[in-house]
């Protein structure tokens, strides 16, 4: 297993957003994450990305304790999360913003900057090219000098997900992929997940509510109801169960 | 003779103008790329002025050491705020920083036997002697008046101020176009999405808010040197305004517009201080001081109207989400 997840609590006053939830994520798998509003998976998503402390149980990635380390840390681990509304830098260029996206830069430290200069820019043009591949992977070489505020929601996404492939991670936490795509997009999109599993293999963890999209998508499904998992299985097993049914349509139905 | 025609006034408001520029260039260090709400850079700026004033009088050190001590001493206290505050939102963040640079000054006030209290630098020494800090300075002073060949101290100081301020600007300038200056950029844009792409923003926060605070340090040395005497009333609220003002007149994550909008500000500034044509002469000489703050004021409100990305910003940075 890359990821495990056992137990974990996570309370906001009162409410206990994520209530002793318990899954696993296997090596090269494309797992989805379904329930209804409210079921606790994006506060899940913030816990395994180390966003949110939780406040018991553990979460173990590639046989490492990862939940008391903070975000950054798990980031340089291999875990990298995107939001649901692309958060690029709206500010910057889209190469720009492909550019800080790198883990052991040693330009991006005051001191190695001084002490190792040679290293820093030898790096940065490494990081360059880089970068470039990845804006020609997701289509978007033509806009690497315009301010990412431009970009289309669609071309957001694509840059979010070029800019996470830039941190080279063995598990993504996609958090609502097709939210705000258009139709064509979405297929695009598919696509370069199901390349990148196959290709890098990438480990894939994905918050979505278009389930026909998971359906097609992942292997195994997790489904989540007031914070805790209900079941989990292969897509087909998650369809025809009743408690899912029942999770996401009211018992009375 | 005409006080607006004297070289030795206009000599005078480009020192105090480089010196604004050297404080506003730590604002925007801090603000215009790293996106730190610092309404306390004036903080900073006293413990420049009185570490280095207090090491030369008190303990008899030369000014060559006590100088970076000063300087080093401001980015302590920004990194002293920094632990603890970074960690609030920006909001309060920006109480913090106020309510530091009020207790800089109130120590500075209170604590009489360490920095001479309310009547200033002049009683940092024995009762009954007057006591200076700059004798070392102004000998380096004199030298370089007789080098460039200047009749007038003024002229010497305006050329050393800008002279650093233009070392200080190039090498800020420099930093800020590293990978490392990239992280901040990307920190001011969305502190959460850089935090997720590896990067410890806590960290870099804290670099820019002691860099920061290390330029108003600077400032603060050569704000003591040009007056020869300052007391803590030098260190209002008001001076860190001032210096926004310089940020957001020249314009944000621009290092080169920090200088133009001190040049702006610092010219505004002395033109309206001599309001002596009617219709200004109708009223007495307390409201003319009034009135030239609100003319300052109106000035200003309307640049930013028509420029609100400043003189040397990018508009187009403004409206991007």
Same mark, same amino acid.
Not at chain 1, 206 to 212: A, K, N, P, Q, T
Not at chain 1, 241 to 253: R, S
Not at chain 2, 81 to 100: C, E, K, M, Q, S
Not at chain 2, 182 to 188: E, F, G, K, T
């Given at each position: 297993?890359?990821?495990?997840?056992?137990?974990?609590?996570?309370?906001?006053?009162?409410?206990?957003?994520?209530?002793?939830?318990?899954?696993?994520?296997?090596?090269?798998?494309?797992?989805?994450?379904?329930?209804?509003?409210?079921?606790?998976?994006?506060?899940?998503?913030?816990?395994?990305?180390?966003?949110?402390?939780?406040?018991?149980?553990?979460?173990?990635?590639?046989?490492?304790?990862?939940?008391?380390?903070?975000a950054h840390?798990?980031a340089?681990l291999?875990?990298v999360?995107?939001?649901q509304?692309?958060?690029?830098?709206? @500010?910057?260029?889209?190469?720009?913003?492909?550019l800080?996206?790198?883990?052991?830069?040693?330009?991006?430290?005051?001191?190695t900057?001084?002490?190792?200069?040679?290293?820093?820019?030898?790096?940065?043009?490494?990081?360059?090219? @880089?970068?470039?591949?990845?804006?020609?992977l997701?289509?978007?070489?033509g806009?690497?000098?315009?301010y990412?505020?431009?970009?289309?929601?669609?071309?957001?996404?694509?840059?979010?997900?070029?800019?996470?492939?830039?941190?080279?991670?063995?598990?993504?936490?996609?958090?609502?992929p097709?939210?705000?795509?258009?139709p064509?997009l @979405?297929?695009?999109?598919l696509?370069?997940?199901?390349a990148?599993?196959?290709?890098?293999?990438?480990?894939?963890l994905?918050?979505?509510?278009?389930?026909?999209f998971v359906?097609?998508?992942?292997?195994?499904?997790?489904?989540?109801?007031?914070?805790?998992?209900?079941?989990a299985?292969?897509?087909?097993?998650? @369809?025809t169960?009743?408690?899912?049914?029942?999770?996401?349509?009211?018992?009375?139905? | 003779?005409?006080?607006?025609?004297?070289?030795?006034?206009?000599?005078?408001?480009?020192?105090?103008a480089g010196?604004y520029?050297?404080?506003?260039?730590?604002?925007?260090?801090?603000?215009?790329?790293?996106?730190?709400?610092?309404?306390g850079?004036?903080?900073?700026?006293?413990?420049?002025?009185?570490?280095?004033?207090?090491?030369?009088?008190k303990e008899?050190?030369?000014?060559?050491?006590a100088?970076?001590?000063?300087?080093?001493?401001?980015?302590?206290?920004?990194?002293l705020?920094?632990?603890?505050?970074?960690?609030?939102?920006?909001?309060?963040?920006?109480?913090?920083?106020?309510?530091?640079s009020?207790?800089v000054?109130?120590?500075?006030?209170?604590?009489?036997?360490?920095?001479?209290?309310?009547?200033?630098?002049?009683?940092?020494?024995?009762i009954?002697?007057?006591?200076?800090?700059?004798?070392?300075?102004?000998?380096?002073?004199t030298?370089?008046q007789?080098s460039?060949?200047?009749?007038s101290?003024?002229?010497?100081?305006?050329?050393?101020?800008?002279?650093?301020?233009v070392?200080?600007?190039?090498?800020?300038?420099?930093v800020?176009?590293?990978?490392?200056g990239?992280?901040?950029?990307?920190?001011?844009d969305?502190?959460?999405?850089?935090?997720?792409?590896?990067?410890?923003?806590?960290?870099?926060?804290?670099?820019?808010?002691?860099?920061?605070a290390a330029?108003?340090?600077?400032?603060?040395?050569?704000?003591?040197?040009?007056?020869?005497?300052?007391?803590?009333?030098?260190?209002?609220?008001?001076l860190?305004?001032?210096?926004?003002?310089?940020?957001?007149?020249?314009?944000?994550?621009?290092?080169?517009?920090?200088?133009?909008?001190?040049l702006?500000?610092?010219?505004?500034?002395?033109?309206?201080?001599f309001?002596?044509?009617?219709?200004?002469?109708?009223?007495?000489?307390?409201?003319?001081?009034?009135?030239?703050?609100i003319?300052?004021?109106?000035?200003?409100?309307?640049?930013?109207?028509?420029?609100?990305?400043?003189?040397?910003?990018?508009?187009?940075?403004?409206?991007?989400?």
């Open positions: 297993m890359l990821l495990e997840v056992d137990g974990v609590v996570r309370t906001f006053g009162a409410v206990r957003a994520v209530d002793g939830a318990t899954l696993s994520v296997e090596d090269h798998s494309i797992t989805g994450l379904i329930g209804p509003n409210g079921a606790g998976k994006s506060t899940l998503f913030a816990t395994i990305a180390g966003s949110l402390r939780p406040d018991s149980g553990r979460i173990v990635f590639a046989g490492r304790r990862i939940d008391r380390r903070p840390r798990v340089s291999g875990v999360r995107t939001y509304a692309a958060r690029v830098l709206t @500010r910057m260029s889209v190469l720009d913003n492909l800080v996206a790198t883990t052991h830069h040693p330009g991006e430290r005051l001191t900057l001084a002490t190792r200069p040679r290293a820093a820019r030898a790096h940065e043009e490494r990081t360059r090219a @880089r970068a470039h591949e990845h804006l020609a997701v289509g978007l070489d806009h690497a000098g315009a990412a505020g431009t970009l289309s929601g669609g071309q957001r996404k694509l840059l979010d997900l070029a800019r996470v492939l830039m941190l080279e991670p063995s598990l993504v936490l996609l958090d609502e097709m939210a705000g795509v258009a064509a @979405r297929v695009e999109l696509d370069h997940i199901l990148l599993r196959r290709d890098r293999g990438i480990t894939f994905i918050v979505e509510h278009d389930l026909d359906m097609r998508a992942a292997d195994s499904v997790v489904v989540m109801n007031e914070g805790r998992v209900l079941t299985g292969t897509p087909d097993e998650v @369809r169960n009743e408690d899912v049914v029942d999770a996401y349509l009211g018992k009375a139905h | 003779m005409n006080v607006l025609a004297s070289g030795g006034f206009w000599a005078f408001v480009g020192v105090v010196i520029t050297i404080l506003a260039l730590g604002l925007q260090v801090q603000f215009g790329f790293a996106g730190l709400l610092n309404f850079q004036v903080g900073f700026m006293a413990i420049g002025a009185y570490t280095m004033a207090i090491l030369v009088v008899g050190w030369s000014t060559w050491l100088a970076p001590l000063g300087i080093a001493a401001a980015a302590t206290g920004g990194l705020v920094g632990l603890p505050a970074l960690r609030l939102r920006a909001d309060y963040f920006a109480i913090v920083t106020i309510a530091f009020e207790i000054r109130y120590v500075a006030t209170n604590e009489t036997a360490l920095t001479g209290g309310s009547q200033g630098t002049i009683a940092l020494g024995p009954g002697t007057a006591t200076q800090y700059n004798g070392q300075w102004s000998r380096l002073q030298h370089v007789h460039l060949g200047f009749s101290s003024d002229a010497t100081m305006l050329v050393i101020v800008w002279a650093v301020a070392v200080l600007l190039t090498v800020t300038w420099l800020l176009r590293t990978p490392w990239r992280v901040l950029r990307a920190i001011r969305d502190e959460d999405a850089a935090e997720s792409l590896g990067k410890n923003v806590f960290a870099y926060k804290l670099q820019a808010l002691a860099l920061g330029l108003a340090g600077v400032a603060g040395l050569f704000y003591a040197w040009e007056f020869s005497f300052f007391s803590p009333d030098d260190f209002q609220p008001l860190t305004f001032f210096a926004w003002m310089i940020l957001l007149l020249g314009g944000l994550g621009r290092v080169w517009a920090v200088p133009v909008g001190a702006v500000f610092g010219f505004i500034f002395a033109g309206t201080r309001l002596d044509f009617a219709p200004f002469t109708w009223f007495g000489s307390d409201e003319r001081a009034y009135l030239r703050l003319i300052i004021g109106l000035i200003i409100v309307l640049l930013v109207m028509l420029r609100p990305q400043g003189l040397l910003g990018n508009r187009r940075e403004m409206v991007l989400e």
